[in-house]
């Protein structure tokens, strides 16, 4: 089992030592070759709960009650830190919502790229500088040499988002956290970024996608969990039957608006 989230609950604490719980009683599990899709509104706790396997909360005021994570077996809620930076790139990649707030604004795309192929890769700096151009070709930017050497903000959003695939999976995880990776591009775009993580996700990874969007996960998923009010309500192996008759009230909601929208 790649991962393997036990019955985990997240909670976070506030200045008057006040408990918000945001993720209650969690437990998924995830293969390699598979992409499991957890959905949910915004709140559902969907979010919470990917950027725990990583320990990307900031904690405080971040806690966790009870549960475990286990990739490949480890837990990583009781690794050492020291460890857990070793994994995070490399082991476990990072697709973000935001590209435009994970990359840094003070340097140019290619250093970026470069920087976090030499903390994870024992190559010489050319080597790492050949190898992002060569990621910046495979996620579709055009002129990688020239692209490599402006910020962030020089770019479009969709272009940014690319820069995000890139580092996400350059290394090769074993996991790839995709957290709500389209949410920023339009139509036209998000099209192309699904098929390009669908071409470059490769079999012996596993995926978890988390978004709010059904049409992505339809495209993208080979399982799914439905989360509300920071607890799984329903889960299913099979998207295509969940799709044509989900079982819990809320996902039924969620399917109906899906498909009203899709009839606009």
């Known amino acids: 089992m790649l991962l393997e989230i036990d019955d985990l609950s997240v909670s976070y604490r506030n200045d008057e030592g006040e408990v ?7 437990s998924l599990t995830l293969e390699r070759g598979q992409v499991l899709g957890i959905v949910g509104e ?12 990583a320990r990307l909360l900031p904690s405080p005021p971040a806690f966790y009650p009870k549960g475990r994570i286990l990739l490949d077996g480890v837990d990583t809620l009781s690794m050492p830190l020291a460890q857990l930076r070793s994994i995070r790139g490399k082991r476990i990649g ?23 192929i030499l903390l994870h890769e024992k ?9 992002a151009l060569e990621w910046l070709a495979k996620v ?22 690319r820069v995000m695939i ?27 970024v699904l098929r390009l993580m669908r071409d470059l996700h490769q079999a012996n990874s596993g995926v978890l996608l988390i978004t709010h969007d059904l049409g992505v996960v339809s495209q993208m998923a080979t399982k799914l969990a439905v989360m509300k009010d920071g607890r799984v309500v329903e889960t299913s192996d099979d998207p295509a039957a969940f799709f044509d008759s989900p079982s819990h009230p809320y996902s039924q909601g969620l399917v109906r608006e899906a498909k009203r929208m899709e009839l606009k």
């Open 20 to 26: 918000t719980p945001a993720a209650v009683d969690v």
């Open 42 to 53: 915004s709140g559902s706790g969907k979010s919470t709960v990917a950027m725990s396997v």
């Open 94 to 116: 990072v697709i973000f919502q935001d590209p435009m707030g994970s990359l840094s604004p003070l340097h140019r795309i290619g250093a970026q790229l470069v920087e976090t």
């Open 123 to 131: 190559i010489s700096k050319k080597a790492a500088e050949a190898m």
């Open 140 to 161: 579709g930017i055009p002129d990688p040499l020239t692209r490599s050497k402006a910020y962030p903000h020089e770019l479009s959003g969709g272009m940014q988002q």
């Open 166 to 192: 890139a580092m996400g999976l350059m290394l090769g995880p074993d996991l790839i956290i995709a957290d709500e990776p389209t949410t920023a591009l339009d139509v036209t775009i998000q099209a192309q």
